[in-house]
């Protein structure tokens, strides 16, 4: 029996956007066109180019900062903040955990690249040595959303065009070059695909650098263990768990070993008030104070309330969950119910929109909102320079909802989409065998 191409085979044939984008660029795909003809591989080449070009985008978006510096309140007006010049505020030290240094405000394995860049960022004075690092950074971005498409494009063989969710994505663009965020992305993607490949000792490798990049790869690990449990892969979750403590061990070794706390940012955390993108500062901003002590515990019933959902939809066997969507929804958990969501938070769903298979109009909807939040945050936070020129609270908090319920609206889709993909039984069209497994009970069919 022939193979029936699906939306994400010829996404010019059944997504409306793409095909809309493909009278313009390219053409839709013709009725005798041959699939499947080029690997894997020449999407993930042209995907990772044109990620380049939107990092790209993102420095011109950033031009007012290049030229003039990174200064407040010049910085929020032009919506070109970044945390990436702050490194080189004070001269590179033995260690990230030097004076100044990013140990004292990044995970152990994000302030030993912030630390390395500002070791190789040349000797200068002022905005000179601030551009300096800020191109070292932007090169690092780039390569590391390179190896993201990459990863996201082998995990999705069959459909290697869906990479283009994470190297195409608007929020690239804006959010790319705020923070080292995408270092963290980078870890965890190439983890998913070790893991899928059946190295899970490599996988809990990079998932366990990821989390000591980045806390959130901690939710996606979660996820991957949930779905092995259900699935059987008993031995090989061992092995993971295993890799994911050796990891972690050997940053916090190396953290000790150049005489640095690793915990001193969860610490700062603890004690941290609400920040912007979170629920809890909709509250401030309507005068109701709530501790720190509070808002910590808030964040910490999230993070149970992740477990507590992803246990629900892993173990509904009507549903049968993949890694992808269930890790979605449990880390949109964490990100609404946490102290804060920064903008660049975004980058952390891109690969898992495209391993959830959602539209591009779906995308496009939550990406626009997030484009908005960007320009509107900056301008909320020019409060304290320029009320009159500012965002007012009302406002901004009406944005905060609306990022809050795209989320959730991301969450929706990728559900409906997995449902609505093995209904029409051309899940393995979608993405590779072990990703979207067989229902439970079911014996595996595969069209000629």
């Avoid at 366990?208 to 979750?237: K, N």
């Avoid at 509250?283 to 309330?305: F, K, Y």
Wanted: hydrophobic fraction near 55%; proline fraction near 6%.
């Amino acid at each position: 029996m022939p193979r029936t191409p699906s939306r994400l085979a010829t996404p010019s044939r059944g997504d409306g956007v793409v095909a809309l984008a493909s009278d313009v660029f390219g053409g839709p795909l013709g009725r005798y066109a041959g699939l499947g003809r080029r690997p894997w591989t020449y999407a993930a080449a042209v995907l990772s180019a044109l990620a380049s070009v939107l990092v790209a985008l993102g420095i011109v978006q950033k031009n007012h900062c290049v030229s003039a510096g990174w200064s407040t309140p010049g910085s929020l007006w032009r919506a070109c903040y970044s945390d990436l010049p702050a490194a080189v505020t004070s001269q590179p030290g033995a260690s990230p955990w030097s004076t100044g240094g990013a140990g004292h405000t990044q995970p152990v394995l994000t302030a030993f690249l912030t630390w390395v860049l500002r070791r190789l960022t040349p000797s200068g004075v002022g905005l000179a040595e601030q551009r300096w690092y800020f191109a070292l950074a932007a090169i690092v971005i780039a390569l590391l959303i390179a190896a993201t498409v990459v990863a996201t494009a082998a995990l999705l063989e069959g459909t290697p065009w869906q990479a283009a969710h994470v190297a195409l994505s608007p929020v690239l663009i804006t959010a790319s070059l705020v923070s080292l965020d995408i270092f963290g992305v980078a870890l965890m993607t190439v983890g998913l695909l070790a893991w899928h490949r059946r190295y899970p000792l490599v996988a809990g490798l990079l998932l366990g650098a990821a989390i000591s990049a980045r806390t959130f790869p901690a939710v996606v690990l979660i996820a991957v263990v949930l779905v092995a449990w259900r699935d059987g892969r008993r031995q090989d979750l061992g092995r993971l768990l295993g890799g994911v403590a050796v990891a972690i061990v050997v940053s916090l070794c190396m953290a000790y070993a150049v005489g640095g706390d690793p915990m001193e940012p969860y610490q700062a955390w603890s004690d941290q008030a609400a920040g912007y993108g979170s629920p809890w500062l909709i509250a401030q901003i309507a005068h109701v104070t709530i501790p720190a002590n509070a808002l910590t515990a808030l964040a910490v019933i999230g993070w149970v309330l992740a477990l507590v959902v992803g246990v629900y939809l892993a173990t509904d066997r009507e549903r049968n969950l993949p890694v992808a969507p269930l890790a979605l929804a449990m880390l949109v958990v964490v990100m609404v119910t946490g102290k804060s969501m920064p903008v660049q938070n975004a980058l952390w769903v891109l690969p898992l929109i495209a391993l959830c298979g959602l539209s591009w109009r779906d995308h496009l909807v939550w990406a626009g909102i997030e484009v908005a939040y960007f320009a509107g945050v900056w301008m909320y936070v020019g409060t304290s320079f320029n009320p009159e020129k500012a965002l007012p609270g009302a406002a901004y908090s009406i944005l905060t909802m609306a990022r809050l319920l795209a989320l959730v609206g991301l969450v929706w889709r990728a559900i409906l989409t997995h449902g609505e993909l093995e209904r029409e039984r051309i899940v393995a069209d979608v993405v590779p065998e072990w990703w979207l497994p067989e229902p439970a009970g079911a014996t595996a069919v595969r069209p000629d």
